[in-house]
């Protein structure tokens, strides 16, 4: 039997323990992509899988397991499979998502994920989170990233846009929008009309 404190570490830690934030600007986000393609034999699949990640706000295992049989790069359609019972769906990709996909099945033509390992099969998830903090690294950012960042900050790249909080909850496939709300960023701009000046008129 296991003792207690044992028990304990097989506990997940709060999101604190494994980020500093649940946000990334875009800055940051372009500073990811351009450390990601910078460098490394596998820049080209680093790249691409953060652009795809950020894009579609794709969790670790989804875009990790993701196969060129839900990737349609005549109709620039990929078809999403959502995990923790959310919503799946067709996203369509944007042009530079195409040209990298592309790529990518020129440099590895006999792998069925679209992403795969150095030896066959697909990244493993702690292989995910150790090529996040060497990017995040490169990029000379002083943040604890985390590979489920890009999800959240899909979520507040769209708000920031104004994209309506119903289509961002559609597009992560979140069944309850109460869990999209749970992902979105307070902005400053939320509290741009509180006014803090002593001399006002009471």
């Keep these: 039997m296991p003792t207690e404190n044992q028990a304990n570490l097989k506990k997940r830690q709060a999101s ?3 980020r500093d934030r649940e946000h990334l600007s875009a800055d940051e986000i372009l500073a990811l992509l351009e450390a990601a393609g910078s460098r490394g034999r596998f820049s080209e699949r680093d790249r691409s899988l953060l652009l795809m990640m950020f ?3 794709l969790r670790a295992t989804e875009a990790a397991s993701l196969k060129w049989n839900a990737v349609d790069l005549k109709s620039k359609t990929m078809k999403v499979s ?4 959310s919503i799946g769906g067709d996203h369509p990709l944007q042009e530079d998502e195409v040209q990298a996909l592309i790529t990518l099945r020129n440099i590895y033509p006999g792998s ?3 992403f795969p390992a150095e030896r066959g099969g697909h990244l493993s998830i702690s292989g995910m989170q150790k090529m996040f903090t060497r ?3 490169e990029a000379g950012l002083e943040v604890k990233i985390h590979s489920h960042m890009m999800r959240s900050s899909c979520a507040g790249f769209l708000l920031a846009q104004g994209v309506p909080i119903q289509d961002i909850q559609a597009w992560l496939g979140h069944v309850n ?8 960023p307070v902005t400053p701009n939320a509290f741009s009309k509180f006014n803090w000046n002593w001399s006002q008129d009471k």
Excluded: C, F, P, S
């Design 16 to 18: 604190i323990y494994y």
């Design 55 to 57: 894009r579609h706000g």
């Design 82 to 85: 959502r995990l923790k019972k």
């Design 112 to 114: 069925d994920y679209v």
């Design 135 to 137: 990017i995040a690294r």
């Design 177 to 184: 929008v109460t869990n999209t709300i749970g992902y979105l």
